[in-house]
């Protein structure tokens, strides 16, 4: 009997986590914050498990809640984003003036320099995240905000969802587009393919490429195709070709680095 495939976003966490658990799943660099963050599928798993635990315990978030999501390319966005489809709720991709979208959110996540005018807004729950490279919480905010940071650290590491996600239900809106939590992994496998991306590969994605391609693409693709990902904040090019030997890349998404192949064109 065939073992049927991973039926959501989350589906695919778990089956990085049983592949390699103390691998590097995601390895977040910023040079402008001069910052390198390493995440096995364990200690990804974790973060994940964690916000999930925080939207469904302090948010009510289940099956049908919209998640709102203000932030941009980073390794907290990605476990903010598989918490969500964890929970199998709908993830709303928006920015901070798109009053539309975010006014029917459930509860909108949003990086510390983006609340100044959604406190302005309606909004039923607002959490603030520091994008700290090492998590830590917001310095020096006194907004109504919750802080993402000081609220997630007590939950727990091991999260079990109230109601099973429904992989039929929405699980991203995306301005027209509108994807069913299954339809993510579909379209993720799908993409995966076209790219060229295979297991064990190491990919090296630049954050301003990710932020135009979208989550599928830099976060669900990698993880449908039982790769990792590299992922490169405002890089410094004299310093990629170094980076990616040190990181044993293997192919890259969004930039060019001689003698490694670029996913998406003719070889």
């Known amino acids: ?3 049927p495939g991973p039926a959501t976003p989350a589906d ?3 089956e990085a986590l049983r592949r390699s658990p103390a691998a590097p799943l995601i390895t977040a660099y910023d040079d402008v914050a001069a910052s390198r963050v390493e995440l096995s599928a364990t200690t990804f798993a974790n973060w994940v498990a964690k916000t999930a635990n925080l939207l469904q315990e302090e948010f009510d978030v289940a099956p049908g809640s919209r998640v709102a999501v203000v932030l941009p390319v980073h390794w907290q966005t990605a476990a903010v984003l598989l918490a969500a489809w964890s929970c199998g709720a709908t993830v709303v991709e ?3 003036e798109d009053d539309g979208a975010l006014a029917d959110a459930d509860v909108v996540l949003a990086d510390e320099g983006r609340l100044p005018p959604l406190e302005e807004l309606d909004l039923p729950e607002l959490v603030g995240l520091s994008l700290h490279p090492l998590g830590l919480g917001m ?3 006194a907004g109504p905000a919750r802080d993402f940071a000081v609220e997630v650290r007590t939950h727990g590491d091991v999260f079990t969802a109230w109601q099973p ?3 039929a239900a929405p699980g991203l809106l995306l301005g027209e587009l509108e994807l069913s939590l299954a339809g993510l992994v579909e379209t993720a496998t799908e993409l995966a393919g076209r790219l060229g991306i295979v297991a064990g590969d190491r990919v090296l994605v630049d954050a301003r490429t ?3 391609a979208g989550p599928v693409a ?7 195709a039982g790769a990792s990902v590299v992922l490169v904040t405002a890089p410094d090019p004299s310093r990629l070709p170094r980076r990616a030997a040190d990181e044993r890349v293997t192919a890259t998404l969004g930039t060019r680095i001689d003698g490694i192949r670029e996913l998406g064109r003719p070889a």
């Open 210 to 212: 990710a932020a135009e």
């Open 139 to 141: 310095t020096g905010y």
């Open 218 to 224: 830099w976060l669900l693709a990698p993880l449908a």
């Open 94 to 96: 928006a920015a901070a």
């Open 12 to 14: 695919l966490l778990r």
């Open 1 to 3: 009997m065939q073992t």
């Open 165 to 167: 996600p429904d992989p």
